[in-house]
Nanobody
Framework: QVRLVESGGGLVQPGGSLRLSCAAP????????MAWYRQAPGNERELVAT???????YYVDSVKGRFTISRDNYKNMMYLQMNSLKPEDTAVYYC???????????WGQGTLVTVSS
């Protein structure tokens, strides 16, 4: 089973910034769409942002203008730059990608982001 590795979470004050990273194994080929999800306590996991192989992006309304998703196809990396963070952004953030000709799913273990004063 392919496992992704997230990093960059932590505690930040409201209005602050964090940059999450997601590393995929070099053995994965043909990575298609990549995405960030998050899950707050007591809530279902929700989609935050996606990016296609060609760089087209999508953001959920609540993060538009504050978060930026990007990827490095040569390094098998994905990033989420989070600015103007709010307490409601507090959640465990997961990276996800689809790869191969069958669009198989791969997930990371999650990284905790806490926005609090």
């Amino acid at each position: 089973q392919v496992r992704l590795v997230e990093s960059g979470g932590g505690l930040v004050q409201p209005g602050g910034s964090l940059r999450l990273s997601c590393a995929a194994p070099g053995s994965i080929f043909n990575i298609n769409a990549m995405a960030w999800y998050r899950q707050a306590p007591g809530n279902e996991r929700e989609l935050v942002a996606t990016i296609t192989k060609r760089g087209s992006t999508y953001y959920v309304d609540s993060v538009k203008g504050r978060f930026t998703i990007s990827r490095d196809n040569y390094k098998n990396m994905m990033y989420l730059q989070m600015n103007s963070l709010k307490p409601e952004d507090t959640a465990v953030y997961y990276c996800n990608l689809k790869y191969g000709y069958d669009d198989l799913d791969a997930w990371g273990q999650g990284t905790l982001v806490t926005v609090s004063s």
